[in-house]
């Protein structure tokens, strides 16, 4: 079994239905945990390492073989916290970054969420080191899109997603750094490639689940 942990219950149905198309047969459970979020954009990810220890716990107590972090804002909180909750932790945007950076030098993180900006960044030079490669990152916020999000505004949300992709010019790869960004790739008119991370995230939970 591989459980998810979220910040934001409008992950759940994109997952099954990511399981159903390409994982099938793979029990997947749905640790929601909104207001994780919410504490670690105003007192930082670092304040929630112990709420998130928890809950990786929570996981492997009920039976989770791997967890996969679905916030890029709590992906790295995770990932350091895995050894003392006794978890194998994915963290869903560490192949999109990997991808990313083996598509060019210069690579643009985009978010809709400012909180997310560093985080992600910070995984894009990890995978840059581990791949002996150099890399040049930029960080954009996309105006706007987040309250739209907030608001329950999807396609609104989605389409200042895509706006602020297509303003990008001066890339080799385009990041989406949220896993809720991900259907803006199919907006987008730009012609450098765009990133996003929920099929390969739970591609690659999906094999630690297994135990690949």
């Known amino acids: 079994m591989l459980a998810l942990l979220h910040t934001s219950p409008v992950h759940v149905p994109v997952f099954d239905a990511l399981r159903d198309a390409h994982h099938p047969g793979l029990e997947l459970r749905h640790l929601v945990e909104e207001e994780l979020l919410d504490r ?4 930082g990810p670092e304040a929630v390492a112990d709420d998130v220890r928890a809950a990786l716990r929570r996981a492997v107590a009920d039976g989770a073989r791997a967890v996969l972090c679905t916030c890029s804002t709590l992906g790295g909180v995770a990932e350091r916290a895995a050894g003392a909750a ?6 869903v945007d560490r192949p999109m970054a990997a991808a990313a950076v083996a598509a060019g030098r210069r690579v643009t993180v985009l978010a809709a969420l400012e909180s997310t900006l560093a985080p ?16 040049e990152v930029r960080t954009v916020l996309a105006a706007g899109a987040w309250d739209r999000f907030e ?16 303003a990008v010019t001066d890339a080799d790869a385009i990041v989406l750094a949220q896993a809720s960004m991900a259907p803006a790739s199919g907006l987008v008119a730009t012609t450098v490639p765009v990133f996003s991370s929920p099929r390969a995230g739970l591609a690659a939970g999906a094999a630690a689940a297994r135990g690949a």
């Not at 608001?151 to 297509?166: F, I, K, N, P, W």
């Open 40 to 43: 670690a954009r105003s007192e």
């Open 120 to 135: 992600t960044r910070t995984l894009i030079v990890e995978e840059a080191r581990r791949a002996g490669r150099r890399v």
């Open 151 to 166: 608001a329950g505004d999807t396609e609104g949300y989605l389409r200042r997603v895509a706006a602020a992709a297509d």
């Open 86 to 91: 006794g978890a194998t932790v994915v963290r």
